[in-house]
């Protein structure tokens, strides 16, 4: 063999190499999110209730006054975590008065999950929180942890 032919060869051995050690993997980001939030169940013992789009609640207390939709201003108190326990926000105890048609797809579909009084945690995939954008703190393709109480409705 000539230098030439070596020196191709060994090229090609550390270009197979390299590419069978980096591994792509090809679940989507959904499954991914939901092998996060499975995990995450599971190690906090939670019973948590699935709603179809990828987001999971937990219901401590469901409320007993009225229940929003995606037009009602609310007051939420609030922390919110990654499912590393890194804990990326939260308001006072006064809570944050927002309209719901103005925050993240994961708190328009699940704090109408309760009424007024209400409280829970929701699991929100990354497709319901940023997505793939990093947002402050939070890391691109991150799965939310929010502890919330629903302290009015307007």
Same mark, same amino acid.
């Given at each position: ?10 090229? +090609?051995? %550390? ?12 679940? =989507? ?40 939709? %995606?037009? =009602? ?5 609030? @922390? ?6 890194? !804990? ?7 809570? %944050?008065?927002?309209?719901?048609? =103005?925050? !993240? ?5 699940? !704090? ?13 995939? @990354? ?10 703190? !939070?890391?691109?393709? =991150?799965?939310?942890?929010?502890? %919330?109480? +629903?302290?009015?409705?307007?």
């Amino acid at each position: 063999m000539n230098l030439i032919a070596k020196r191709s060869l060994f090229f +090609l051995v %550390i270009v197979l190499s390299f590419i069978s050690c980096k591994k792509k993997d090809k679940r =989507s980001q959904a499954q991914k999110d939901e092998d996060i939030i499975q995990a995450y169940i599971s190690d906090n013992k939670l019973d948590a209730h699935a709603t179809g789009s990828g987001l999971y609640y937990v219901m401590t207390s469901p409320g007993t006054g009225i229940q929003p939709n %995606i037009n =009602s201003n609310v007051t939420v108190k609030y @922390s919110g975590q990654l499912t590393n326990g890194k !804990i990326f926000d939260q308001s006072g105890s006064a809570g %944050i008065t927002f309209g719901l048609n =103005s925050v !993240i797809k994961g708190w328009q579909e699940g !704090i109408p999950l309760f009424k007024k009084g209400g409280s829970g945690t929701l699991l929100i995939p @990354s497709a319901l929180g940023y997505g793939s954008q990093s947002q402050g703190s !939070i890391p691109p393709n =991150s799965v939310l942890v929010f502890d %919330i109480d +629903l302290l009015n409705v307007q």
